[in-house]
């Protein structure tokens, strides 16, 4: 695999570090700003929801720009972002810079994905994809810690100061890997553009992403309520499964890719999913006959946590293959799609939490077999689009 491939899985650790880290920074940041903990909360808040609205209207705006200038210049303004949060004394100026550099991660992420499938060989695209996916598991199972860890050590001041320097690391890989004569796909017109972003195949598979996404935050945000109220775990055991599902979220998004490449993105998709229906009966199942195995709750949920990653790279695939040469802007929806699953997720859980956790499987179970029944009508959609270009 090229060089580049791995500078783009550290961007994406980068970025997606910079984005989760400051749930584990809250209460020196909020005790240091004179604000609450919920307060400082909305820096998370406003982080995703920029992303999920700048995302696609970047991916246009910029859809002719090089690949290789625009990640420069989106990580210097990642940079000096995260500079002056480092210094500043002003909570309202903080959430201000938290926006740019959600803006610098709105215009790269996606394109990050989309340069690694568009580069890749034909039979290895889900690999690819993959690969640049791992930064994403990896800012959750490494990137966050090691983020609060600094915080804790030398202030949280200290945190922004590392995303602002491991920035800068990534833009010297960036420089140093990327092809110098690289530029962006040739891109059609904006009429034409909608057209093919408007295609059924491709609106069910966005829609279908953004549902798998809400089941699968809904059951991770209150994993912990679910295991305290299911089993007899500690706070160890309850971080145990965090750390496992991390793990196995690693694993599961590489084997996703192979399986990608070897089975096809439909194929994939109704494995995973399905592996995760499964799942959250289990767990509703295990809460119905409380107190649980706690090692057996911890297989479970070390599963599903794997299944939700392995569909990662089967669904960018997919919407690479569908969109073609709007590639690119296919996968800024579906990062929009993904941050707004994340926020109704955490949401309709919340609601559904006062019933109890065990609802909470269902619900999610829910989700994910209506994200299945979405894809597969836009498999057969698919199919007979094409039959009917081919016939004409």
């Known amino acids: 695999m090229p060089a580049w491939l791995f500078t783009l899985l550290a961007a994406a650790f980068v970025l997606y570090t910079d984005d989760y880290v400051i749930a584990g920074i809250l209460p020196e940041l909020a005790a240091d700003l004179h604000v609450t903990e919920g307060q400082a909360g909305q820096l998370v808040t406003v982080f995703s929801l920029t992303v999920a609205v700048a995302a696609p209207v970047a991916a246009v705006v910029l859809a002719k720009a090089p690949r290789r200038r625009l990640f420069a210049t989106a990580l210097l303004v990642f940079i000096a972002a ?16 938290r926006v740019a550099a959600a803006l610098a991660a709105a215009a790269m992420t996606p394109a990050l994905f989309a340069f690694a499938a568009r580069h890749a060989p034909d039979q290895n695209v889900g690999r690819y994809i993959a690969v640049v996916s791992l930064g994403v598991t990896g800012s959750i199972a490494a990137g966050v810690p090691l983020g609060t860890w600094i ?3 030398f202030g949280w001041r200290a945190t922004f100061a590392t995303m602002a320097v491991a920035g800068a690391l990534v833009l010297i890989l960036m420089l140093g890997t990327l092809p110098r004569t690289e530029g962006a796909a040739d891109t059609p017109r904006l009429a034409e553009q909608f057209l093919i972003l408007r295609r059924t195949p491709v609106t069910l598979g966005l829609l279908a992403n953004c549902l798998l996404m809400t089941g699968s935050m809904m059951m991770l945000t209150y994993l912990g309520p679910y295991l305290a109220a299911t089993t007899t775990a500690g706070i160890e055991d309850r971080a145990l499964a965090f750390s496992l599902s991390g793990v196995a979220g690693v694993v ?13 993105a439909d194929r994939t998709l109704l494995i ?46 997919r919407l690479h293959h569908l969109a073609g040469s709007v590639s690119g802007q296919a996968l800024a929806l579906n990062t929009s799609g993904t941050y707004l699953g994340v926020s109704i997720g955490a949401a309709v859980g919340g609601a559904v939490l006062s019933a109890g956790p065990g609802p909470l499987a269902l619900a999610a179970a829910g ?13 057969k959609s698919n199919h007979a689009f094409t039959t009917a270009a081919e016939g004409g």
Do not use: C, K
């Open 82 to 97: 995260n500079l002056a949060a480092a210094v500043i004394g002003s909570f309202a100026i903080l959430a201000l810079l």
């Open 367 to 379: 989700f994910a077999a209506s994200a299945l029944l979405l894809l597969i009508l836009a498999s």
């Open 272 to 317: 995973g999913i399905g592996a995760i229906i499964a799942a959250m009966v289990a767990l509703w199942a295990l809460w119905m006959s409380r107190p649980a195995s706690h090692g057996l709750v911890l297989v479970v949920a070390t599963v599903w946590g794997g299944m939700a990653f392995w569909n990662s790279p089967a669904i960018q695939a």
């Open 252 to 264: 599961g998004i590489w084997l996703g890719g192979i399986a990608t490449d070897r089975l096809g």
């Open 151 to 153: 915080g804790g050590l």
